[in-house]
T-cell receptor, first 116, second 109 residues
């Protein structure tokens, strides 16, 4: 049982390039999330999904896009990378998200992105 | 979103009990209180969640007074491996979980 798997772990991009961060989970969770964490700061929610085909914006969605074609996968696309997108990106999943409680979020190991 | 306030940092010696208090004065009726732990270069890990009174699991206890305007995470007999950042979150929906800057706990030998 791998949990939440993110690839790549590290990536350096040039300004204006695009890339996709991959996230897959094998726990059959309906809810998936993308966060970013800047140095010394807490995590900020970028996008989330409550199931296949359904996505919604979080706190800081500008400059990113997501899709959810399957329960397992939730890729995050960066279009026209900017230095402000230099950060560590975490993908997470949970069984419940709007039930009686917030449930337990399971996080991946993170993807460290540098934009130069 | 219910805002939380917790100390920026704490130091403790190995073997001591550590209590980290979180203030959440505007907590809503449906909000749950959740604590996460984060080690450097890793994603946060769920520690404990509660709604009221006391919750205990194999790693921590969570104390919530009747007015629910604060909560205290208690870590018994900490070790060096408990050095991490601890986040207090208050929300009714997972997409409303707000990770602030957390409390950086340093355990000293």
């Amino acid at each position: 049982n791998a949990g939440v798997t993110q690839t790549p772990k590290f990536r350096i991009l040039k300004i204006g390039q695009s890339m996709t961060l991959q996230c897959t989970q094998d726990m059959n969770h309906n809810y998936m999330y993308w966060y970013r964490q800047d140095p010394g700061m807490g995590l900020k929610l970028i996008y989330y999904s409550v199931g296949a085909g359904i996505t919604d914006k979080g706190e800081v969605p500008n400059g990113y896009n997501v899709s959810r074609s399957t329960t397992e996968d939730f890729p995050l696309r960066l279009e026209l990378a900017a230095p402000s997108q230099t950060s560590v990106y975490f993908c997470a999943s949970s069984y419940s998200g709007t039930g009686r409680n917030t449930g337990e979020l399971f996080f991946g190991e993170g993807s460290r992105l540098t934009v130069l | 979103l219910a805002k939380t306030t917790q100390p920026i940092s704490m130091d403790s010696y190995e073997g001591q009990e550590v209590n980290i208090t979180c203030s959440h004065n505007n907590i809503a009726t449906n909000d749950y209180i959740t604590w996460y732990q984060q080690f450097p270069s890793q994603g946060p890990r769920f520690i404990i969640q509660g709604y009221k009174t006391k919750v205990t699991n194999e790693v921590a206890s969570l104390f919530i007074p009747a007015d629910r305007k604060s909560s205290t995470l208690s870590l018994p007999r900490v070790s060096l491996s408990d050095t991490a950042v601890y986040y207090c979150l208050v929300a009714a929906r997972a997409n409303n979980l707000f990770f602030g800057t957390g409390t950086r706990l340093t355990v000293i030998p």
